[in-house]
Nanobody
Framework: QVQLVESGGGLVQAGGSLRLSCAAS????????MGWFRQAPGKEREFVAT????????SYADSVKGRFTISRDNAKNTVYLQMNSLKPEDTAVYYC???????????????????WGQGTQVTVSS
């Protein structure tokens, strides 16, 4: 089992930046693909970004490419999501997720993840 705790959410004006963190505890962090997802009110949870076990492979949703950056520090058991040029449509609860993996790959689907954090609210005002 792995436990995930997100932090760093908040209220920001359009065009601003936030950095989300997700701290993991439990099993060896470097065994897991990590992902960020988000869910806006009345909408389904959607993929945002994912990073492979050693950070070699990264993938983003088209809606955040060029604005968001996912990274991880395996020594600190933490994955980050740097969000720049935020837009009101980025408003959502952001969740991190972990997917145990043998190899270096990424996962972009919700069903591919085994563990989820509780989420952190990001609100972007216009």
């Amino acid at each position: 089992q792995v436990q995930l705790v997100e932090s760093g959410g908040g209220l920001v004006q359009a065009g601003g930046s936030l950095r989300l963190s997700c701290a993991a505890s439990g099993r060896t962090f470097s065994w897991y693909i990590m992902g960020w997802f988000r869910q806006a009110p009345g909408k389904e949870r959607e993929f945002v970004a994912t990073i492979s076990r050693n950070g070699v492979i990264i993938s983003y949703a088209d809606s955040v490419k060029g604005r968001f950056t996912i990274s991880r520090d395996n020594a600190k058991n933490t994955v980050y999501l740097q969000m720049n040029s935020l837009k009101p449509e980025d408003t959502a609860v952001y969740y991190c997720a972990a997917d145990w993996s043998i190899g270096e790959r990424v996962t972009t689907t919700l069903a591919g993840y085994d563990y989820w954090g509780q989420g952190t609210q990001v609100t972007v005002s216009s």
